[in-house]
């Protein structure tokens, strides 16, 4: 009976290997840890399962264990789909990005910027890419509407880390 038993994890605890060497290389594309540690622990759970067969004598640990693990499996691989889409789809950044962009350009309103629109935020890997529209005062020199233009520019990628932006400036009244 428990010798039965041993098969369908020490086939899983094969079936296994590949997929930790697999996740550990792949550090390129998404740097995810849960598989790894999700492979960890299903093969702590074959260990409990085949010690408690061959030497408890416990015939249930088997089917529960197998439960457990099938479930644990399903939690992994929903939690790693989601990590991929996230990282493969442009998903525009949260809402407190919008703020802390719309605080910045507010600092420079006494110097002639009046405010910003069209303003377009995405998430590509860990890189985050923001555009904006700039509305700089018309009667601004060119030499002056740029250089604020850049110190805004600068403002932004200093205070959200990992991002690139790109400003487009518009004349105003
Ligand atoms: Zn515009």
């Given at each position: 009976m428990?010798?039965?038993?041993?098969i369908?994890?020490?086939?899983?605890?094969?079936q296994?290997?590949?997929?930790?060497h697999?996740?550990?290389?792949?550090?390129?594309?998404?740097?995810?840890?849960?598989?790894?540690y999700?492979?960890?622990?299903?093969?702590?759970?074959?260990?409990i399962a085949?010690?408690?067969?061959?030497?408890?004598?416990?015939s249930?640990?088997?089917?529960?264990?197998?439960?457990?693990?099938?479930?644990?499996?399903?939690?992994?691989?929903?939690?790693?789909?989601?990590?991929?889409?996230?990282?493969?789809?442009?998903?525009?950044?949260p809402?407190e990005i919008?703020r802390?962009?719309a605080?910045?350009?507010?600092?420079?309103?006494?110097m002639?910027?009046?405010?910003?629109?069209?303003?377009?935020?995405r998430?590509s890997?860990?890189?985050?890419?923001?555009?904006?529209?700039?509305?700089?005062?018309?009667?601004?020199?060119f030499e002056?509407?740029?250089g604020?233009?850049v110190?805004?520019?600068?403002?932004?990628?200093?205070?959200?880390?990992?991002?690139?932006?790109h400003?487009?400036?518009?004349p105003?009244e």
């Open positions: 428990a010798k039965r038993n041993r369908p994890f020490l086939f899983l605890f094969v296994n290997r590949p997929f930790t697999r996740n550990r290389r792949a550090k390129g594309v998404v740097r995810s840890r849960t598989g790894y999700a492979v960890t622990n299903i093969n702590t759970g074959v260990l085949l010690l408690l067969t061959a030497f408890g004598g416990w249930l640990a088997d089917p529960l264990i197998s439960l457990v693990i099938a479930l644990y499996i399903i939690k992994s691989a929903i939690g790693l789909a989601h990590e991929s889409i996230n990282v493969l789809m442009d998903r525009s950044l809402v919008d802390t962009i605080e910045i350009v507010a600092r420079y309103r006494t002639g910027v009046r405010g910003f629109h069209d303003l377009r935020t998430r890997g860990s890189q985050k890419f923001i555009d904006l529209h700039l509305e700089v005062d018309r009667d601004k020199r002056e509407a740029h604020l233009t110190r805004v520019l600068r403002a932004i990628e200093a205070e959200i880390p990992r991002s690139k932006v400003i487009h400036s518009d105003v």
